[in-house]
């Protein structure tokens, strides 16, 4: 855990911590603020469980798969592959095409 400790206007020093940002104290003194929050985190984690619970979906998430071949009817797919393969096969040593800067 990363203890985070301020000085506040009036003199006092707050300390909290960064992964649990309601853990807060302030106290008069720099090191009764970490004595505090030190002491208020093990108390609160002292009746805390943590549990790890693993979601159970109804349907399996999409994989590539389930889209090869969506574009086998699409009449344009041909040209854009076309268009692709020989930009992949070109000699031009320019990564983009400059006039999409213009």
Known sequence: ???LV???KNGQF???ILE???FRVESPTREEAIAQI???VLERLSHIEAISWNVPLSASPPTWIQFAGIFQDDPDFKDIMDKIRAEKTSDDDTE???SYYL
């Open 20 to 22: 649990f940002p309601n």
């Open 96 to 98: 983009v095409d400059s």
């Open 6 to 8: 301020e000085t506040l």
């Open 38 to 40: 030190k002491a208020t």
């Open 14 to 16: 707050a300390a909290s």
């Open 1 to 3: 855990m990363t203890l």
